[in-house]
């Protein structure tokens, strides 16, 4: 079955403390995986997704297909990014993209 | 100019009630769905549709008719409200359905009393 497992519901850093938020999915097919970030009174918005491999607002995210894991990272965490964060699968067969539970993530000055 | 819009913001309402919530996206895109968030902020997918065809509909009870009168809308019906209807609902759009980012609206908060 396909699922997106984001096993810390809180994260909690000091500022310009590095952050990695994790994420594991089971997909059986080839992945098409996605971040997603909601900031206090915004819409939900893509961060990066893996295809493009780019780096956003310092984040950078690789998957390992060994490990069925995409985890997200940025070496210096600042306070702006204190949201909430979503790791995402999308079927491609299917129409339509899984999420994960969610990680808050608060940095701390 | 807001991409994907969704009315209304709020909505409180009665149990037993039936209610509304309209979408539109002005991306030109084809496929629009809706999601639910629930209060540990977990999101679901509810129903797909493409081409203002139904593709998606994840296990959701009969109570919720999707209804897509253009490409640009698709909007919900919740008919006989109970109380587990309570969560934010997310109404989002793609351009096509591989590799596609979501374009999400802002939200509607439903509260079922």
């Known amino acids: 079955a396909q699922r997106v497992t984001q096993p810390e519901k809180l994260l909690s850093v000091f500022k310009g403390a590095p952050v990695e938020l994790k994420c594991n999915y089971s997909?059986?097919?080839?992945?098409?995986l996605f971040w997603y970030v909601q900031y206090s009174r915004q819409r939900l918005q893509l961060l990066l997704r893996h295809i493009s491999r780019e780096s956003i607002k310092g984040f950078t995210a690789d998957l390992n297909k060994g490990e069925t894991s995409f985890h997200l990272k940025k070496p210096f965490a600042q306070e702006e990014d204190s949201a909430m964060y979503y790791c995402a699968l999308m079927d491609t067969g299917g129409f339509k993209t899984i999420f994960g539970a969610g990680t808050r993530l608060f940095v701390k000055a | 100019d807001t991409a994907v819009s969704q009315t209304p913001k709020y909505l409180v309402t009665q149990m037993g009630n039936d209610k509304s919530i309209k979408c539109e996206q002005n991306l030109g895109h084809d496929t629009m769905y809706w999601y639910k968030q629930d209060s540990k902020k977990f999101l679901k997918i509810m129903f797909s549709y493409n081409n203002k065809e139904l593709i998606i509909n994840e296990t959701v009870p009969n109570r919720f008719s999707p209804k897509s009168p253009d490409k640009a809308h698709l909007n919900l019906h919740i008919n006989s409200l109970e109380l587990g209807d309570s969560a934010v609902y997310f109404c989002a759009s793609s351009l096509g359905t591989v590799n596609e980012k979501l374009f999400f609206g802002s939200g509607t908060q439903l509260s079922v009393l």
């Open positions: 997909y059986s097919g080839s992945p098409e």
